[in-house]
């Protein structure tokens, strides 16, 4: 949780906007979504947690630690993903947006990941090449926002109000598949 905050933020995040969505569909939002864990979790974590709408228990789901407290979660959302690509960048050693997203976009492709058999890997290059894409589109306004879709609830917004998905698009090249590119062209 502590190596990659920002990765840790936007996985629980999406984790309980999921479950919250389930609990919409199946029981008319009656009850609550708890996020249960044995782990100390930290303080960034544990705010975004509560404000994405769940209370932090206990392993056992039955103590609640922190009560949900369900507010605005855009800004965190924007925030990690700010940060993810960052850390995404600094860790291959690259210091623009563009290439750093071109040459994670090429590892990608060349070594697919697998959904069920290496989630934690698969969501973690989702996640990164997504980021480095809403990096890339800040110039032109864009945020990311918390989104009714699943797996992946999370969408960059333009200040003309449209919305762009590359969760989307980072999925099928994890996958290594799909002619679709995160990256503008390169200048020549």
Do not use: C
């Amino acid at each position: 949780m502590q190596r990659v905050p920002s990765l840790s933020t936007l996985v629980a995040i999406a984790r309980v906007l999921a479950a919250r969505r389930a609990l919409e569909m199946q029981y008319g939002g009656i009850g609550e979504v708890r996020y249960a864990t044995s782990a100390a979790v930290p303080s960034f974590l544990s705010e975004a947690i509560a404000r994405a709408g769940a209370a932090l228990v206990e392993r056992d789901g039955e103590v609640v630690r922190i009560p949900a407290q369900p507010a605005g979660i855009a800004a965190i959302i924007d925030v990690a993903f700010s940060e993810l690509a960052h850390h995404a960048r600094g860790t291959i050693g690259v210091v623009d947006l563009g290439v750093a997203l071109r040459r994670v976009e090429a590892t990608r492709r060349a070594a697919p990941l697998d959904r069920d058999k290496e989630p934690d890997r698969y969501w973690a290059a989702v996640l990164e090449l997504a980021a480095l894409a809403g990096e890339l589109a800040r110039n032109r306004g864009a945020r990311w926002v918390e989104t009714h879709l699943l797996p992946v609830p999370f969408a960059l917004r333009f200040p003309e109000a449209a919305l762009a998905y590359p969760t989307t698009i980072a999925q099928k090249i994890v996958e290594g598949g799909g002619d679709d590119t995160l990256a503008e062209p390169a200048d020549t």
